[in-house]
């Protein structure tokens, strides 16, 4: 199992920027897909970005590309994401998530606490 800690979230201005990182522990995530997810108050989790373990190929849902951008450090077991131009509806918990080992990075097994962002206008 791979453990899953977030970190980096907080208050930001819209139109602002924040990095958050996941550092993994357990196993070395070079072989796992991994993913950021977000979940606002009183609304189901979603989809931000996910990442391949294979090439490193990046997806995104549609109300964040252009401003986020996901990436990782197989040699620190750390994921990134660094959101620019930060909205009001990008509030909410941010979670990192990681796969099965080899798997596709549409599935995910493994997930950390979160942490909160908070856009304000």
């Known amino acids: 199992q791979v453990r899953l800690v977030e970190s980096g979230g907080g208050l930001v201005q819209a139109g602002g920027s924040l990095r958050l990182s996941c550092a993994t522990s357990g196993r070395t995530i070079s072989t796992y897909p991994m993913g950021w997810f977000r979940q606002a108050p009183g609304k189901e989790r979603r989809f931000v970005a996910s990442i391949s373990w294979r090439d490193s190929s990046t997806f995104y849902a549609d109300s964040v590309k252009g401003r986020f951008t996901i990436s990782r450090d197989n040699a620190k077991n750390t994921l990134y994401l660094q959101m620019d131009s930060l909205k009001l509806d990008d509030t909410g918990v941010y979670l990192c998530?990681?796969?099965?080992?080899?798997?596709?990075?549409?599935?995910?097994?493994?997930w950390g606490q979160g942490t909160q962002v908070t856009v304000s206008s």
């Open positions: 998530a990681a796969g099965t080992a080899r798997g596709l990075p549409t599935a995910f097994s493994s």
